[in-house]
């Protein structure tokens, strides 16, 4: 199935080595920019968060004005609260997505804290607000147009979601349900070995992978091929022809996608 091409889209693929440090929000944090801003027009960013030092001063009750915003914990752990008085700490290999006006506080981070942050769009702005006694992002149909829920993919979660693709295992991180299927983020793994692929579409918009273990080759049909390691990223078009070619054992990634006509429907 072919979808229209996105004259604003475009491959990125991004080792770890050839990143570039970019300015953020937190003096705490160092920034690492992947380059998917550009490759998108800007609908779509992913960034890597590295903590400068373990940090307990909390950020202060706040939104971010934007569609919706992804975190997936890569080293150490973060704390977070939704409603004061509750928190939740996201250790390595969890998420959680945060649809936009999302009131919420980030309390602590671990020493060695690196965390992956997408977002949709790719400016943001960071607005102060007041703790709220109830979250709406937590609560029946969520917010915003289209409305989304906040969700955390714990580890329980994921396993409960799981699910086989071929020479995969896929662990949901319950994004697709949060966002009425606006978006949706799962973990691929390799328990073994995985033979090449045919030759496909995405059936998405576009499609965005993190390495986080071991290592997955891509073939493309109009550009060089692409070694997936960990830390590296790669963006896809949706109409860019592909196919697997090889896996390490143990070979696991972020995969996120953004559906087709997605960026438009989400007015992006």
């Known amino acids: 199935m072919a979808f229209s091409a996105d004259p604003r889209l475009r491959l990125c693929a991004t080792h770890k080595e050839s990143v570039i440090s970019a300015q953020g929000r937190r003096d705490f944090l160092n920034y690492y920019d992947y ?4 490759a998108t ?32 914990t890569v080293e150490g752990w973060s704390e977070i609260s939704f409603e004061p008085g509750k928190s939740y700490r996201r250790p390595v290999g969890e998420g959680m997505f945060l649809p ?5 506080n980030e309390l602590a981070l671990s020493d060695g804290f690196v965390g992956i942050e997408i977002t949709l769009p790719a400016a943001i702005r960071t607005v102060p607000c007041e703790a709220p006694s109830v979250n709406p992002a937590l609560l029946g149909s969520g917010i915003g147009d289209p409305p989304m829920r906040a969700t955390t993919g714990t580890k329980e979660e ?4 799981h699910y086989r693709d071929g ?18 983020a799962v973990v691929r793994t390799v328990a073994s070995s995985v033979e090449s692929s ?15 273990n071991g ?19 790669l963006f896809v ?6 196919r697997f070619v090889s896996a390490t054992r143990g070979f696991r990634a972020l995969e996120v996608s953004v559906p087709a006509d997605g960026s438009e429907k989400l007015g992006l």
């Open 237 to 242: 078009p949706g109409t860019l022809e592909r």
């Open 215 to 233: 290592s997955m080759t891509f073939d493309f049909k109009d550009a060089e091929s692409f070694e997936l390691r960990p830390g590296d990223c």
């Open 41 to 72: 027009g800007g609908w779509m960013r992913l960034q890597v968060n590295e903590v400068k030092r373990g940090s307990t001063a909390s950020t202060g009750w706040h939104i971010h004005e934007c569609v919706g915003q992804l975190l997936l």
């Open 35 to 38: 380059g998917v801003t550009d």
């Open 100 to 104: 936009g006006n999302t009131p919420h």
């Open 167 to 184: 020479d995969f295992d896929i662990y949901d991180l319950g994004v697709a349900e949060a966002t009425n299927n606006w978006m949706s």
């Open 158 to 161: 994921q396993e409960r979601r």
């Open 198 to 212: 045919d030759w496909f579409h995405g059936q998405n918009e576009g499609q965005v992978w993190y390495g986080l």
